[in-house]
Each structure stands twice: as C-alpha cells, then as structure tokens.
C-alpha cells in the first residue's frame, strides 16, 4: 500500500487517455482537456470510455496542421500591429498595398485551416485568428489607422496651419505628436496648407488643411477617390472632414 506521502506526490495524469483522441462530434483534438465536455461543441464524453471519444486517424499530419495554422495565427497578429503603426505613421500606401495582397494566399490558407475542427484552442482564440487577416485586409480600403492618428493630432495641426496662414513659416522638419513632416508649405498660388508625410521633394501623402468656407469641386473620378483644387497635381484624394484632406502628390 503506497503511503500518504507518495499519495500526494503522483502526479495527475486524468488527461492521459485522451492524449490522441478527439470529440466525435467535431473532431476536435481534447488532449489536455481535463473537464467532461468538449471545448469547441460542448458535447460530453466520458475520459475512461474511449467509446465517447474518436481516434485521430494521420496524426502526424494533423500535427502539421495545428502547428502551421498556431504559426499564421500569431504570424497575422504581429504583422496586422506593424502594418496598423506603419500606416498610422504616414507609411507609403502603395508598400502597405502590396504587403496585404502579397499576403492573401497565405490568409485564404489560414481561413481554411482555421475551419477545421483540428486545433485544441478556444473559440475566442479562433475568432482572433480570423479577424487579424480581416483587420489587415481592411487597412487599404478605408485607411483607417491614419485617420484615427490624424483625428489625435488634428488640433495641434490646425494650430500650425492657422500660424502658416498668418504668414508664419516653418524651415525642415516639423513634429507633431507621433509624426515628422518633412516640411510644411502651402499649394501653389493658393492658402491650402499641406503637411508632407513623406516621398520627396514635392511629390508624396500630404495633410492638407483648406481655408473656411472651401468648397471642394465634385469628382467624376471617384474609382481613385480625387478632388479637384485641394492640392497641387494630386493623383487621389481622402476627405478627413472640417475642410482636411489626405492625397497623394505625383
């Protein structure tokens, strides 16, 4: 008869018939699982019955999958936080553009992966797998993450423009807040005031504040999204509201 000592020190090993068995219900794998119900479907099971739990059948390549599928997940997560700080920065839309196109095989992979009732993971967690590839996919089409920073940074850009305005200049770099322009000058023959983000000596994404009362023009070229007259030679332009644009000088 083993003593009391022994007794406390055993480890607890109540998962370890269910080490390679899965639910019958979905399938999924409920190694560690230490309740009587399946986390993904809530099906119940008995440990000590492999009758109420199915065998994995290619386990090794069922490995291989949960542990691709765990890669792409955190690999979307850190990629979707660089991608959201580079463009709330000013990064250039059209290597933010290529990243995420470059990257939709590999999230069309993931999705279907993510869909398999395979991974010993929560539904939360398999939620968050979905949704950074989305977050990430929605970053060219509505260019969110910059306007949210220029929404924090709009008060402190007024008041240059206004000192613009008034005849003030301002030589080199400029910050405000989390961004460095590289200069701030106004549009050629015009009190338009634009911020320069980055590209080179003129060309490049501007924050453009219009004078009160500016009317922009109607766009018949609403397929790139540009407004006549609020910017030199621009090639799109993004209405940021209260008379402040986003574009992209040729």
């Given at each position: 008869?083993?003593?009391?000592?022994?007794?406390?020190?055993?480890?607890?090993?109540?998962?370890?018939?269910?080490?390679?068995?899965?639910?019958?219900?979905?399938?999924?794998?409920?190694?560690?699982?230490?309740?009587?119900?399946?986390?993904?479907?809530?099906?119940?099971?008995?440990?000590?019955?492999?009758?109420?739990?199915?065998?994995?059948?290619?386990?090794?390549?069922?490995?291989?999958?949960?542990?691709?599928?765990?890669?792409?997940?955190?690999?979307?997560?850190?990629?979707?936080?660089?991608?959201?700080?580079?463009?709330?920065?000013?990064?250039?839309?059209?290597?933010?553009?290529?990243?995420?196109?470059?990257?939709?095989?590999?999230?069309?992979?993931?999705?279907?992966?993510?869909?398999?009732?395979i991974q010993p993971i929560s539904a939360r967690?398999?939620?968050?797998?979905?949704?950074?590839?989305?977050?990430?996919?929605?970053?060219?089409?509505?260019?969110?993450?910059?306007?949210?920073?220029?929404?924090?940074?709009?008060?402190?850009?007024?008041?240059?423009?206004?000192?613009?305005?008034?005849?003030?200049?301002?030589?080199?770099?400029?910050?405000?807040?989390?961004?460095?322009?590289?200069?701030?000058?106004?549009?050629?023959r015009t009190d338009h005031v634009g911020f320069?983000?980055?590209?080179?000596?003129?060309?490049?994404?501007?924050?453009?504040?219009?004078?009160?009362?500016?009317?922009?023009?109607?766009?018949?070229?609403?397929?790139?999204?540009?407004?006549?007259?609020?910017?030199?030679?621009?090639?799109?332009?993004?209405?940021?509201?209260?008379?402040?644009?986003?574009?992209?000088?040729?």
């Amino acid at each position: 008869m083993p003593s009391a000592d022994t007794a406390i020190d055993a480890p607890d090993d109540r998962t370890a018939p269910l080490r390679d068995r899965c639910c019958t219900g979905c399938g999924h794998l409920l190694r560690g699982v230490r309740n009587r119900a399946c986390p993904e479907c809530g099906r119940a099971f008995d440990p000590e019955d492999p009758d109420t739990t199915g065998e994995i059948r290619n386990l090794g390549l069922r490995r291989g999958l949960i542990g691709t599928c765990r890669f792409l997940h955190h690999a979307f997560i850190a990629l979707a936080a660089g991608i959201v700080l580079y463009a709330g920065l000013g990064g250039h839309w059209i290597l933010i553009a290529m990243i995420v196109v470059g990257s939709l095989p590999v999230m069309l992979l993931q999705f279907g992966l993510l869909a398999l009732p395979i991974q010993p993971i929560s539904a939360r967690r398999r939620l968050a797998g979905f949704l950074a590839p989305l977050l990430l996919l929605s970053i060219p089409f509505t260019d969110w993450p910059i306007r949210l920073n220029f929404m924090l940074h709009r008060s402190g850009l007024q008041a240059i423009a206004d000192r613009v305005t008034s005849g003030e200049t301002f030589e080199g770099a400029l910050r405000v807040g989390a961004f460095r322009f590289r200069q701030v000058r106004t549009a050629y023959r015009t009190d338009h005031v634009g911020f320069q983000i980055n590209g080179g000596d003129h060309g490049g994404m501007y924050f453009v504040a219009t004078p009160a009362g500016f009317v922009a023009p109607a766009s018949r070229d609403r397929a790139i999204r540009n407004v006549p007259r609020v910017w030199d030679n621009t090639n799109w332009t993004v209405d940021l509201g209260g008379g402040w644009y986003l574009v992209d000088q040729d």
